[in-house]
């Protein structure tokens, strides 16, 4: 299994541009979501879903769009770039959202100029 | 709000010290709790977690934490430390199948 793929892993926009990035597990976890790491801040939930057609809003999902097509995919939109969105995002699945574990991505760095 | 904080940004210890990680939450009612690591490069795994039962939780690579409920804390230990400890921990946790909520981090470098 591959577990949780992102891609890409660096990224540089400017601001104002328009982005996609992708997320995609092999796991069949009904669960999904995105983090964003920024330093001393933790991780911090931007949208998630809990399955199939069904997502929501996390803590910070200003700026931020996402959609749950299938099970597998869970692209993570950034509709006009700012520099405050740069950071490390992290894609992660699991079970459920309760007390299975969470497997993590690799990250995408995204820098905005 | 609910929320998951961690007193030590960074730490630095030397090889063989015991390592003390301190977390406290503030949901109410029943609470998960669990311990992930990000080592340098890499992605964040989990090292251990609680739910119900033992309070005294053990996780991969030496790690335990302790659950006190009267304290509100769920504190990571390691009798020993070595350099490949080297990384940053968070604590994370909800209730009710809410969504995870993470603490701001801690740092660890061990010196060899």
């Known amino acids: 299994n591959a577990g949780v793929t992102q891609t890409p892993k660096f990224q540089v926009l400017k601001t104002g541009q328009s982005m996609t990035l992708q997320c995609a597990q092999d796991?069949?976890?009904?669960?999904m979501s995105w983090y964003r790491q920024d330093p001393g801040m933790g991780l911090r939930l931007i949208h998630y879903?809990?399955?199939?057609?069904?997502?929501d809003q996390g803590e910070v999902p200003n700026g931020y769009n996402v959609s749950r097509s299938t099970t597998e995919d869970f692209p993570l939109r950034l509709l006009s770039a700012a520099p405050s969105q740069t950071s490390v995002y992290f894609c992660?699945?699991?079970?459920?959202?309760?007390?299975?574990?969470?497997?993590f991505g690799p990250g995408t760095r995204l820098t905005v100029l | 709000a609910q929320s998951v904080s961690q007193h030590n940004h960074h730490v630095i210890l030397s090889e063989a010290a015991s390592l003390e990680l301190g977390c406290n939450y503030s949901?109410?009612?029943?609470?998960?709790l669990f311990w992930y690591v990000q080592y340098p490069g890499q992605h964040l795994q989990l090292l251990l977690k609680?739910?119900?039962?033992?309070?005294l939780v053990k996780g991969i690579k030496g790690f335990e934490a302790e659950f006190i409920k009267s304290k509100f804390s769920f504190n990571l230990r390691k009798p020993s430390v070595q350099w490949s400890d080297t990384a940053e921990y968070f604590c994370?946790?909800?209730?009710?199948?809410?969504?995870?909520?993470f603490g701001g981090g801690t740092r660890l470098m061990v010196k060899p």
């Open positions: 949901y109410g009612g029943t609470v998960n």
């Open positions: 796991m069949n976890h009904e669960y």
């Open positions: 994370a946790g909800n209730n009710a199948g809410n969504m995870l909520t």
């Open positions: 609680y739910f119900s039962g033992d309070p």
């Open positions: 879903s809990v399955g199939a057609g069904i997502t």
């Open positions: 992660a699945s699991s079970y459920s959202s309760g007390r299975d574990e969470q497997f």
